[in-house]
């Protein structure tokens, strides 16, 4: 009863979110959600998509959750149709896959013991010692002593690839600058008349796929040396320089993330990896370097989970992992940058 009744909690909170994004209709765009330049209210609005998705309301949400197979894996998810998806919806017949990776069962430092082991008692939905244990995006429920996915079904229950059980932290740092001609000058987009903005994009080796440099928050790690570490690791392979060259990158890395920054998104990602009982969050944050001195002074080199590395034209062509392009639209929103030739894309896109 008590889980039943914090999943309608949960529903009337995305409901109300929902409710709260009024249109208004300036000249050229149509029904654009009320404080679009606001980046608290895009934070909410992608958040609601991807919550309503737990109500079966969202078809579009919750997309790569469902995939088969599993990444690193031939294991096939249980089919789970759109209006399948929440939890709040019966479904009597739901036989998930159970999947945990043996890189995970292997007990590593970044991993939780399985639920059934006597001496693991996890405090859900709070900081756990130095695992934080809640969700960005409210209070999960927890049934038969295992979290469940606040998004809706996945096919597959256990962790997969994913360490800990419920939310898995991550962050992402999105790097940028405006694209420039060899006078210097930056460059506008023809149809748009929008400056071209360019961020630091990696192929993952896991996939393939081309995305935001990022990882995991590792046990009482400060999200913002999450951030700096991660872009260095992966697209600055600092992991295999010397002691002096570490220490050049750290400097030059310390001034691009000691500047202003943007807080893009904080919540649920919509991950290949998630399962019922685990699933990924992460922190995006915008780091500008206005007049590219920064990073014109240090030489992109992909490593650790990179395969490759390179400055990467943002518009709406991009074809990025899990939300990824969602992030980097928001971006562009952000500093007022190209997207779309298309001005009703622009108008509709989030």
């Not at 081309?210 to 570490?229: C, F, H, N, Q, Y």
Request: glycine share 8%; charged share 25%; net charge neutral.
């Amino acid at each position: 009863m008590a889980g039943r009744l914090l999943g309608k909690a949960l529903a009337a909170v995305s409901l109300s979110v929902a409710l709260a994004s009024v249109t208004i209709r300036p000249s050229g765009c149509r029904g654009i959600p009320a404080f679009r330049n606001s980046f608290s209210s895009s934070w909410f609005h992608l958040n609601t998509n991807v919550m309503s998705g737990s109500n079966g309301s969202k078809e579009n949400s919750h997309n790569k959750a469902r995939t088969s197979p599993y990444p690193g894996s031939k294991v096939e998810r249980s089919q789970v149709p759109n209006e399948k998806v929440g939890w709040l919806v019966e479904w009597q017949d739901y036989n998930p896959v159970e999947y945990t990776a043996v890189s995970v069962l292997a007990g590593p430092r970044w991993a939780d013991p399985q639920i059934s082991e006597s001496n693991f008692s996890p405090k859900f939905n709070e900081k756990d010692g130095h695992v934080e244990r809640k969700s960005k995006n409210g209070l999960y429920e927890i049934e038969n002593g295992r979290p469940r996915n606040p998004a809706g079904r996945t096919g597959l229950v256990g962790r997969g690839l994913l360490g800990r059980w419920g939310p898995n932290h991550a962050a992402d740092p999105i790097i940028t600058r405006w694209k420039r001609d060899s006078s210097g000058n930056r460059i506008m987009h023809p149809v748009s008349g929008k400056h071209i903005l360019q961020f630091v994009a990696i192929k993952r080796k896991d996939c393939g796929e081309w995305a935001i440099p990022g990882g995991m928050v590792d046990p009482g790690e400060k999200i913002s040396a999450t951030l700096k570490r991660e872009f260095g690791e992966e697209a600055l392979n600092s992991l295999q320089k010397t002691s002096a060259e570490k220490r050049e990158i750290e400097e030059k890395l310390h001034k691009l993330f000691s500047q202003d920054h943007l807080v893009i998104y904080k919540g649920y990602v919509d991950d290949p990896r998630n399962t019922d009982n685990a699933w990924l969050e992460t922190e995006a944050v915008n780091y500008h370097d206005e007049t590219g001195e920064i990073m014109d002074n240090l030489t992109l080199e992909a490593g650790d989970d990179a395969g490759k590395v390179k400055w990467v034209d943002i518009n709406d062509k991009l074809k990025l992992y899990a939300n990824h392009s969602q992030f980097i639209q928001l971006v562009t929103e952000k500093r007022d940058a190209h997207w779309s030739e298309d001005s009703e894309a622009d108008c509709h896109a989030l």
